[in-house]
């Protein structure tokens, strides 16, 4: 798929892309009389803890019917989608349409997931991505005093002309951002979610403007189409191809850019609080321009998360791209060169994450002592 495809819904997926986290079944919720509390609430009779809405709206993002258009913006850069979700005797389908741009589709059918572009054409993606834009793993991840964020209901808006709850997930530190969510409140699905600063800025926006719950989605609109299919390949051959090569350049990038655990490679000597390395990677194209100027194999990666949100830091030997220093939106790139005693390498820190932050990670950087 095309870069701004990965930055959607890769990057944006927090940790989604970098970790490969997926919605998660929350398993007391089993009997059919459960599952139908939690998707209709009676709005008078019934208070909600924060952790129970964001439980509700995991289950929510899953198991119901729905079709509707949303908007994405980071920075500059804003999109419009068109969005069919449901579920089929337990199995994911999910057809996603860019309104915005050239003509892309990405359809999910159980842990089938394809992008189809005009000019890449039809390319399998990793089946752990998001099931749609709005996928957090919130519920799993906040239901601990010990996370370095605090959940609280705020208020109610409306969001899509429907009546929403909001809540707060207000980080403990200056190390993260925050988020603002918007629940539908019958539902608990997710209609608004909001990446915010230390000062409220909005650095991330996902929100639907028009949403319909419910009904049966036809075969026509999970499907994508003949014509896009046709215009994107000539045959299955092809796209067969087109895959065959998108696996090869993962296996290359994997041997290219291997995860460090630390021992016999590199150390950060400062992490912010909950904060752990995860075991799955992928490439960037950030990476690979680095990898093309250091002409190395020796290139390496860590890439960390709290569970919402994820950073990964890059180290080229003998490279020097301090001159880097990007920001779009909540996204940073930031570049800092440094020498030791075996010589210089360039330290490059990616994710949605404060400057602060970055700055502060970059410099940590070490050899190990068997490096």
């Known amino acids: ?39 209709h609430v009676d709005e008078g009779h019934v208070e909600l803890t924060p952790y129970q809405w964001l439980e509700k709206m995991e289950q929510s993002a ?27 005797n337990g199995e994911q389908r999910e057809r996603l349409i860019h309104l915005t741009g050239e003509l892309r589709e990405i359809v999910r059918h159980g842990d089938k997931l394809i992008c189809i572009h005009p000019k890449t054409g039809v390319v399998e993606l990793d089946s752990n991505l998001p099931s749609n834009p709005f996928a957090r793993k ?13 959940v609280k209901v705020t208020g109610h808006t409306r969001v899509a002309g429907r009546k929403v709850i909001t809540l707060a997930i207000v980080p403990k530190d200056v190390y993260r951002y925050g988020f603002r ?27 639907y403007t028009k949403i319909q719950l419910g009904g049966q989605l036809t075969e026509a609109q999970l499907s994508p189409r003949r014509g896009v299919l046709k215009k994107s390949f000539a ?23 291997s995860t460090v655990s630390g021992a016999g490679g590199w150390q950060l000597a400062w992490l912010p609080t909950g904060f752990m390395m995860s075991a799955s990677g992928t490439s960037h194209s950030l990476l690979n321009s680095i ?24 180290i080229a ?6 001159s880097v220093h990007v920001k779009s939106g909540a996204t940073i790139a ?21 400057e602060i932050t970055a700055v502060k990670i970059a410099n940590s950087v070490i050899r190990s002592p068997s490096q």
């Open 291 to 314: 990898a093309t100027k250091a002409d190395s194999e020796n290139n390496n990666s860590m890439m960390y998360s709290d569970g919402l949100t994820a950073f990964s830091v890059f």
């Open 181 to 207: 969510l918007a629940l539908d409140h019958k539902t608990g699905l997710l209609l608004q979610s909001l990446m915010v600063d230390q000062n409220e800025k909005v650095l991330e926006r996902f929100e």
């Open 235 to 257: 045959s299955q051959k092809n796209a067969e191809q087109s895959i065959k090569s998108l696996q090869t350049q993962e296996s290359t990038d994997k041997r290219k850019y």
């Open 334 to 354: 930031y570049s800092t060169f440094k020498r030791d005693d075996f010589g210089g390498y360039t330290i490059t820190v990616v994710g949605e994450i404060p």
């Open 62 to 88: 899953k198991r119901l019917t729905y079709q509707g258009t949303l908007v994405y913006s980071q920075g500059q850069r804003m999109e419009a989608l068109q969005i069919y979700h449901t579920e089929d």
């Open 1 to 39: 798929c095309p870069r701004n495809y990965v930055e959607f819904m890769l990057v944006k997926g927090r940790s989604r892309v970098f970790l490969g986290a997926v919605f998660l079944l929350l398993s007391y919720m089993s009997s059919s009389s459960a599952n139908e509390a939690l998707l």
């Open 317 to 322: 030997p003998n490279v020097d791209m301090s």
């Open 138 to 150: 919130y519920a799993a991840q906040l239901d601990s005093a010990d996370e370095p964020y605090t």
